[in-house]
């Protein structure tokens, strides 16, 4: 797998905005696979408004953004903010590709994929300011630093390639959150999967869960009783095989 963009056809191309979109276009046509089932990945023949790419084989749609930077970062640029929440709440949300690349070089840095169940609209963040000439045409931005990690499946990470039997397996670790009854359901599920993560452990306890209260109230302030709502999502994440129920209050993170 090559890890650079440059293409003789970016000569054809005056905007430099169009130049990249046909770059990482074709970089991903001849490279990427589907982290579903691993099979190529096809071009929709025309800019459908909701997808770039779909498999043959799963019927799954990939949206591709990309960003001209040496860093991933925490937020991704996106277009109108109100197109975007419709997207993502609606039935036929796609996943997303990923990629960043450093503009000196064109060499790709990172390149990972996201499924669409992961998305909810607190992760939209609308942008201070319109367009010109369109004050109220609000775009926004994809805030990717509340995806947990286990749910960024990375091809290319920090400029290494990962192995293809990685990559589907990760994909499938948390597909049940496909099966979340609700937008606030799943929600918490994965601020719950991030505050596990965020304890960099292997084995913990339901205190050292407790210690995220302050901050799932912030996430949840309807709710009251944030220890039982963890202690509900865990055993949620337990029966998913997420976790593994080690004894009274103690859990082991499954790899």
Same mark, same amino acid.
């Given at each position: 797998? &090559?890890? +650079?963009?440059?293409? &003789?056809?970016?000569? %054809?191309?005056?905007?430099? *905005?169009?130049?990249?979109?046909?770059?990482?276009?074709?970089?991903?046509?001849?490279?990427?696979?589907?982290?579903?089932?691993?099979?190529?990945?096809?071009?929709?023949?025309?800019?459908?408004?909701?997808?770039?790419?779909?498999?043959?084989?799963?019927?799954?749609?990939?949206?591709?953004?990309?960003?001209? *930077?040496?860093?991933?970062?925490?937020?991704?640029?996106?277009?109108? =903010? %109100?197109?975007?929440?419709?997207?993502?709440?609606?039935?036929?949300?796609?996943?997303?590709?990923?990629?960043?690349? @450093?503009?000196?070089? =064109? $060499?790709?840095?990172?390149?990972?994929?996201?499924? #669409?169940?992961?998305?909810?609209?607190?992760?939209?963040?609308?942008?201070?300011?319109?367009?010109?000439?369109?004050?109220?045409?609000?775009?926004? %931005?994809? $805030?990717?630093?509340?995806?947990?990690?286990?749910?960024?499946?990375? =091809?290319?990470?920090?400029?290494?390639?990962? #192995?293809? &039997?990685?990559?589907? @397996?990760?994909?499938?670790?948390? *597909?049940?959150?496909?099966?979340?009854?609700?937008?606030?359901?799943?929600?918490?599920?994965?601020?719950?999967?991030?505050?596990?993560?965020?304890?960099?452990?292997?084995?913990?306890?339901? +205190?050292?869960?407790?210690?995220?209260?302050?901050?799932?109230?912030?996430?949840?302030?309807?709710?009251?009783?944030?220890?039982?709502?963890?202690?509900?999502?865990?055993?949620?994440?337990? $029966?998913?095989?997420?976790?593994?129920?080690?004894?009274?209050?103690?859990?082991?993170?499954?790899?």
């Amino acid at each position: 797998m &090559t890890l +650079n963009l440059f293409s &003789t056809m970016s000569d %054809n191309y005056r905007s430099n *905005s169009q130049k990249i979109r046909v770059l990482t276009e074709n970089w991903v046509n001849e490279h990427i696979y589907c982290p579903s089932c691993g099979c190529a990945v096809n071009e929709y023949e025309n800019n459908r408004p909701v997808a770039d790419f779909y498999c043959k084989n799963c019927n799954e749609d990939y949206e591709l953004k990309s960003k001209n *930077s040496k860093m991933l970062g925490k937020t991704i640029s996106d277009g109108a =903010y %109100n197109s975007m929440i419709d997207r993502i709440t609606s039935e036929t949300n796609p996943n997303f590709f990923f990629l960043n690349y @450093d503009k000196s070089s =064109y $060499d790709i840095v990172n390149f990972l994929a996201v499924p #669409s169940y992961l998305f909810v609209p607190n992760m939209i963040i609308p942008r201070k300011k319109g367009i010109p000439n369109r004050p109220n045409y609000i775009m926004c %931005n994809i $805030d990717i630093s509340n995806i947990p990690s286990s749910g960024k499946v990375f =091809y290319i990470k920090d400029k290494q390639v990962q #192995s293809k &039997t990685k990559i589907l @397996d990760e994909w499938n670790k948390i *597909s049940f959150l496909k099966e979340s009854s609700s937008i606030q359901s799943k929600g918490w599920l994965l601020d719950i999967i991030k505050c596990i993560e965020k304890l960099e452990k292997v084995n913990f306890s339901l +205190n050292d869960m407790y210690q995220f209260e302050k901050y799932l109230k912030i996430r949840h302030p309807e709710n009251n009783n944030i220890q039982a709502k963890i202690r509900q999502q865990l055993q949620i994440l337990r $029966d998913k095989n997420y976790l593994k129920f080690e004894s009274r209050g103690k859990y082991i993170l499954r790899k």
